[in-house]
Every structure is written in C-alpha cells, then in structure tokens.
C-alpha cells in the first residue's frame, strides 16, 4: 500500500489545454513537495508547501496543499510541450520517513 | 557546475554477479541518498547517510549495501545481483533532509539483471 496516491496515472493532452493532477493520502503531512522528472533524468524540484491550504504559483503551474493536509493537487493552465514529464509529489508522513507517490507521466502534444 | 554524478550510466549483470554504484556530490552536503524507481511504484528509499560514515537503511534495504567514507561520495554495492534488483537506481543529496530542502538528483543508473 502507497502512502501516497496520484491521479491520472497517465495525461495526454493537446498544447494550450488546461490540465489538474493530484496527490492523495489518507495521513497527514507536515509538508508536501512536488517534483517533475524529464526522461533519462533524475527529478527536479518545482515547489515546497508546507501549510494547508498553502498555493503557490510558478509561472503557469498553480500547486495548492489540502486543508487538511492529506492531499495537494498541481493545475498546469495552457499546457506547453516543454511540460512533458513525470510527475511526482514527496513529503513525510507525520512521524514517518520521506517517501514519493508513484507519479503522474503527462504527455503536451504540439 | 556538476551537481551529482553517477557512474556508471547502464549496467548488465548476470545473476549472481557483484558491482558498486558510485555517487559523486560536489555542493559539500551533508545527507545522500539511494533510490530505486520502477514503473508504477514511484522512488523508493533504499540506503541513507546524514553524513561522513554513517548510513542507515531505507524502505528496501536487503540485499544492497552503502558507505559513506568521504563526504562526497556515497557507493551502492549489489553483493550478489537477483533479477528483481533490475531497475533505475537514483542517487540524491540535499544540505538537510529533503522535507526541509530541496534533494538534487544524479541523472540515475539503468541496471538490469539476466
């Protein structure tokens, strides 16, 4: 069993459309992070949210934290071929190691 | 500026076979990491380090071991390859643990075991 969910599994989309992911679980995390991973890369991090409720935007990525703290979604307005990638969000459940869910691949097609 | 580096890039191995993964951080951090990430399970946590000699095991630990003799560099060795143990293999630094800071990432190594 994941500690962490995401959803989609898999995302195609066609460039200029609007786009949500997410990232669930039934613990609560101190902080969540979301990170994107090109092919034959390691990931790379976007963001840090750390109180719920939190959003945070970077450029046209928008990542919100729940409430609650026990999900997070990433909205991608007008998708650009250059957002192709995996990607996975990571924190620590409460009391618990690190851990990374098992991560979106999202395909912008021109 | 090189980051994290991991040699080497692709590797096959025969079952039964030994070999070491080698790490290199040059941002003079303290915390290293091994991961393993496979279709669908997300990075996994295999060895850690909070800093020179020490180590501590993850959330996949058996049949991998870890040393940490120089800062810099954190080697994964495989005593004895199983095809299960196929897989990308990540190695990661970051000046604290990665909940506080950002973790940078090698470009990972792509093992598989016949």
């Known amino acids: 069993t994941q500690l962490l969910e995401q959803s989609p599994q898999f995302l195609s989309i066609q460039e200029g459309e609007n786009l949500t992911v997410y990232c669930n679980s039934s613990?609560?995390?101190?902080?969540l992070q979301w990170y994107r991973q090109e092919p034959g890369e390691g990931p790379v991090l976007l963001v840090t949210?750390?109180?719920?409720?939190e959003v945070k935007k970077l450029k046209r990525l928008t990542f919100q934290f729940g409430d609650a703290r026990k999900d997070s979604s990433l909205h991608i307005t007008a998708a650009q071929p250059g957002d192709t990638g995996l990607y996975l969000c990571a924190g620590p459940p409460e009391g618990q190691n690190f851990v990374f869910g098992p991560g979106t691949r999202l395909s912008v097609l021109p | 500026n090189a980051g994290v580096t991991q040699t080497p890039k692709f590797r096959v191995l025969k079952t039964g076979q030994s070999m070491t993964l080698l790490c290199a951080q040059d941002m003079n951090h303290e915390y290293m990491y091994w991961y393993r990430q496979d279709p669908g399970m997300g990075l996994r946590l295999i060895h850690y380090?909070?800093?020179?000699?020490?180590?501590a095991k993850g959330e996949v630990p058996d049949g991998y071991n870890v040393s940490r003799l120089k800062k810099q560099n954190f080697l994964l060795g495989l005593e004895s390859a199983a095809p299960s143990q196929t897989s990308v293999y990540f190695c990661?630094?970051?000046?604290?643990?990665?909940?506080?800071?950002?973790?940078?990432f090698g470009q990972g190594t792509r093992l598989t075991v016949v």
């Open positions: 949210v750390v109180t719920g409720g």
């Open positions: 380090s909070v800093g020179e000699g020490t180590t």
């Open positions: 613990s609560v995390f101190s902080s």
């Open positions: 990661a630094s970051s000046y604290s643990f990665p909940e506080h800071t950002e973790a940078f």
